[in-house]
T-cell receptor
Framework: KNQVEQSPQSLIILEGKNCTLQ??????????LRWYKQDTGRGPVSLTI?????NTKSNGRYTATLDADTKQSSLHITASQLSDSASYIC???????????FGDGTTLTVKP | EAGVVQSPRYKIIEKKQPVAFWCNPI?????LYWYRQNLGQGPELLIR????????DSQLPKDRFSAERLKGVDSTLKIQPAELGDSAVYLC?????????????????FGEGSWLTVV
């Protein structure tokens, strides 16, 4: 069964600090991996998308990495801001299946 | 460009009552999804449409849930009768598979969700 596991479940950091969120998956055959940010009460918004040939991608202060061999991805947030407080969801898609498997997300709280 | 539009944003109903949600995807997007998201969890796919055809409805509880996308554009999701356990956020999303390699994936754009509370 295709699965996506995210850790930690929740994280609290101080404003200005960096943090890294983890995503492990068993989806096969792998097509692509996306990270979404979901603010409270809003729909998820795409941050990055990576295919098997990409091992890093940045979007401003967000940097995602992908190790297709170990089936792991991370999302690194640099110089966190209060507005980074949200749930970060890892989504992995299987090749040609049109199906995406969602993780349960990591809830990040940035405190002043 | 307008995003995915959903209505209503919030709905409170008594159990056993019917409820319907409406979604208008991004213009030109041929793929439409309905997801259900419980608190503290990721979205779970209920149904996926390619144009007007439901290509994946394996997770849709067909005894009480129904969906349609008659003209391949907007869509409705209905629950009848609603149960207490149906309280959740119902997210509509859309994407375009036209002009993309299958391996590169298509970004899924989400609406703001319809928050359902069944009491």
């Amino acid at each position: 069964k295709n699965q996506v596991e995210q850790s930690p479940q929740s994280l609290i950091i101080l404003e200005g600090k960096n943090c890294t969120l983890q995503c492990n998956y068993t989806v096969s055959p792998f097509s692509n991996l996306r990270w979404y940010k979901q603010d409270t009460g809003r729909g998820p918004v795409s941050l990055t998308i990576m295919t098997f040939s990409e091992n890093t991608k940045s979007n401003g202060r967000y940097t995602a990495t992908l190790d297709a061999d170990t089936k792991q991805s991370s999302l690194h947030i640099t110089a966190s801001q209060l507005s980074d407080s949200a749930s970060y969801i890892c989504v992995v898609s299987a090749y040609n299946a049109g199906k995406s498997t969602f993780g349960d997300g990591t809830t990040l709280t940035v405190k002043p | 460009e307008a995003g995915v539009v959903q209505s209503p944003r919030y709905k409170i109903i008594e159990k056993k009552q019917p409820v319907a949600f409406w979604c208008n995807p991004i213009s030109g997007h041929n793929t439409l999804y309905w997801y259900r998201q419980n608190l503290g969890q990721g979205p779970e796919l209920l149904i996926r449409y390619e144009n007007e055809e439901a290509v994946d409805d394996s997770q849709l509880p067909k005894d009480r849930f129904s969906a349609e996308r008659l003209k391949g554009v907007d869509s409705t999701l209905k629950i009848q009768p609603a149960e207490l356990g149906d309280s959740a956020v119902y997210l509509c999303a859309s994407s375009s598979s036209i002009g993309r390699r299958k391996s590169s994936g298509n970004t899924i754009y989400f609406g703001e969700g319809s928050w359902l509370t069944v009491v």
